[in-house]
């Protein structure tokens, strides 16, 4: 864009037009320059040009406030504080990646992919290899060109509106650099802090007497969610993009060359990001890669592989949180040697007992360690570690620190053999080892305060109920002072004003804080069912067990009569549970315990009753033909496998069950279907073939 005419008047001179034009061509003019500096380490004018141009926009802006613009210069120097973040809600979800930590892993990876895909070896696939910045995921909204919302990953399905604070990333173009942008681009990306950055910051804190952050990825959390966006704006936050979220036009084509388009728009894009064809050539990069990790400015963590063509994406579509056509292969465990002190047993929500190493801090791979898991008794016994002993420590995936092997040459002549309690050690419960299984568990249930504390701790996870403000600090705090005792209380509490009044005279709990949580926890009454499903705590009820549970009863009333009918020996609803696919016998009988517990199913109802649990969405609408369809397929598909069958199928809002009853609505049978389409025909139920089956899909 041409500089305007206008330029060489003084500001108190210009019109309003002129301004409004001034402002867009400032706009442009400088975040060319901030890419040309901070970006490419190119800069075309002086420092007191630069200045100059900042100045002049800052001056018309205090002339015609009314006309700043969102893609304003100013804007990333810092907004005023804000008293909470609002809720983003994303339409289509940020997924997490699943992790390989050996070559063999990733060689699965590839075969799962063709497996499903029904590509024979000797098919070309080629995939995208970019280094994995530790830092955290952000979406970064852009309508017709203009940054209109920056949010941070939260849960996934639902994060925080950071606008004010990402404005002031250098790295994130207020506008994209073209001259006909897309009605709508949300890219996403990693905000990291770099080594130097890092150490600067805490130089400063170190002077200012405050408390230093452990590590570049900390600092960078904690700074894009600060209240204040000055904050934000006085540390040096960068920002790599990594994939897209919701787009018109729809994203087509090589995910190599959408990043290189992302660069044409402004946005830095990796330069170690390759192309690779095949398993030898990723474990070679992941290979270079971790001998050049520490040569880097910022800390990466391990290789992303990704399919590289995005329709095959689109039909690998995702399992549970996480993209089928992308893995995160980790770098090798950094590892450090300490002593331990001694030998603790943690309680889990599920009664799970497991023994922690407490350590003499140490450090590992830039973070201070002092406890270890050491996973179960076994693992003890294998490895004969005792109180006492010099040990290796690593951080697997460079975040669980775990206990590794014993120096032997390093044992002391005192050092202690661990036995493992047969008592919990909070409630003193009996603690007992199932037959088959490698833990111990405490079987105080709902009456062992470490249960208790860790359940409503897992029912207000991110994952689970999302409730902001409560977690490992404030859940004890609250059951200890009698204010929280199940999960109803957490919702009951707000309108409660003698729990209230109690609240306020604990430590750390001032009315600003109060005030926070109430809305916190009525934001978070609007729950979809899976999530509700998740947070129960139920043995074996992952995220992924319960999405194929909320899909297959579709709202809680039908789940919840469905639990009362399994309690009671109903067959036909055990059966029922077993035609799910993906659902097993340790899963229903888990269900079946759990439900068959009084003082459970009041639990859950006292907390259904509290929250407005939302029904499973059909993914296309009601305009899907196959919405709340059970569908069972039986026989060989030979233009797709079965797996991507049921993918398409779930995509589409139907149910997939792994057997015929009278609850299935379609069979799609194909050569060599046996007892299934006999069933099938017995019951009297609708049955097509593979391309009656494409047909259906093609029209949805």
């Not at 709902?446 to 977690?471: F, I, K, M, T, Y």
């Not at 020996?569 to 899963?587: F, H, K």
Request: charge should be neutral; hydrophobic fraction near 40%; proline fraction near 6%.
């Amino acid at each position: 864009m041409k500089r305007p005419a206008s330029f060489a008047k003084a500001v108190e001179a210009l019109s309003r037009e002129e301004a409004a034009a001034e402002l867009a061509w400032l706009a442009r003019e400088i975040a060319r320059h901030d890419r040309l500096y901070y970006q490419l380490a190119q800069p075309e004018i002086s420092d007191a040009e630069y200045d100059a141009l900042r100045a002049r926009n800052a001056a018309i802006e205090a002339r015609f406030p009314d006309l700043i613009r969102p893609d304003s210069p100013s804007l990333r120097i810092g907004a005023p504080p804000v008293e909470t973040f609002a809720k983003v809600r994303y339409a289509v979800p940020m997924l997490t990646l699943d992790n390989a930590y050996s070559e063999g892993e990733l060689a699965e990876f590839i075969s799962r992919i063709r497996r499903f895909l029904g590509m024979s070896a000797n098919e070309p696939l080629v995939f995208v290899a970019e280094p994995k910045i530790d830092g955290l995921s952000c979406s970064l909204r852009y309508e017709h060109g203009i940054l209109v919302r920056g949010a941070t990953r939260g849960d996934g399905f639902e994060g925080e509106d950071v606008t004010a604070n990402v404005r002031t990333i250098r790295d994130i173009p207020q506008r994209l650099l073209v001259d006909d942008p897309p009605p709508l681009l949300e890219v996403r990306g990693e905000v990291y802090m770099e080594r130097a950055d890092f150490e600067a910051l805490n130089a400063r804190r170190a002077h200012a007497g405050e408390p230093l952050f452990a590590n570049p990825r900390n600092a960078a959390a904690g700074s894009l969610r600060q209240l204040d966006s000055r904050i934000t704006a006085s540390r040096r936050l960068r920002f790599m993009p990594h994939g897209w979220g919701e787009a018109d036009p729809p994203i087509r084509g090589s995910y190599f060359a959408f990043l290189q388009r992302l660069g044409s728009l402004g946005f830095p894009v990796n330069p170690l990001v390759a192309r690779c064809s095949s398993l030898e050539e990723l474990v070679a990069y992941h290979h270079r890669l971790e001998e050049r990790r520490f040569e880097l400015p910022y800390d990466i963590d391990g290789v992303v592989d990704k399919v590289d063509s995005i329709e095959l994406q689109e039909r690998l579509g995702s399992v549970g949180r996480a993209p089928r056509w992308a893995i995160a292969h980790k770098f090798s465990p950094q590892r450090a040697i300490t002593r331990i002190r001694n030998i603790l047993v943690q309680v889990g929500r599920t009664g799970a007992m497991t023994p922690v190493a407490e350590l003499e801090p140490v450090t590992v791979g830039g973070v201070v360690v002092s406890r270890a898991t050491l996973h179960n008794e076994d693992y003890i016994k294998e490895r004969d570690i005792r109180i006492g002993d010099t040990v290796a420590v690593e951080r697997a995936g460079d975040v669980i620190p775990q206990v590794v092997a014993v120096v032997r040459e390093r044992r002391p002549p005192d050092a202690v053999p661990f036995r493992f309690p047969d008592r919990c050690p909070v409630c003193g419960a009996r603690a007992v080892r199932e037959p088959g299984e490698a833990i111990w568990r405490c079987t105080g249930g709902l009456v062992c305060p470490a249960q208790v504390e860790a359940r409503l701790e897992h029912l207000v996870s991110r994952a689970a109920l999302n409730v902001e403000g409560l977690g490992k600090k404030q859940i004890p705090q609250l059951h200890a002072a009698g204010l929280i005792r199940e999960p109803a209380d957490i919702f009951t509490l707000p309108r409660d004003r003698k729990r209230l009044a109690e609240l306020e005279k604990l430590e750390g709990w001032g009315e600003k804080k109060i005030a926070n949580l109430i809305r916190a926890i009525e934001a978070s009454r609007r729950v979809p069912l899976e999530r509700v499903l998740f947070a129960l705590g139920i043995r074996y009820i992952g995220e992924v067990t319960a999405k194929l549970l909320a899909r297959h009863y579709h709202s809680w009333p039908a789940f919840r009569a469905a639990m009362d009918r399994l309690a009671e020996g109903d067959i036909a609803t055990r059966e029922d549970l077993l035609a799910i696919d993906g659902i097993g016998p340790t899963v229903v009988e888990s269900l079946e315990e759990f439900f068959s517990e009084p003082h459970n199913r009041e639990a859950v109802d006292r907390l259904a009753a509290e929250l407005e649990i939302l029904p499973v969405e059909t993914p296309r609408g009601e305009a899907s033909p196959l919405a709340g369809k059970t569908i069972v397929f039986t026989g060989t598909l030979a233009r797709m496998t079965r797996a991507e069958a049921k993918a398409r199928a779930e995509a589409l809002g139907a149910k997939v069950a792994g057997s015929v009853s009278r609850a299935t609505d379609l069979v799609v049978a194909g050569p060599g279907a046996g007892s299934k389409l006999a069933k099938a025909r017995e019951l009297g139920i609708k049955i097509i073939d593979e391309e009656q089956w494409l047909a259906i899909l093609e029209r949805a």
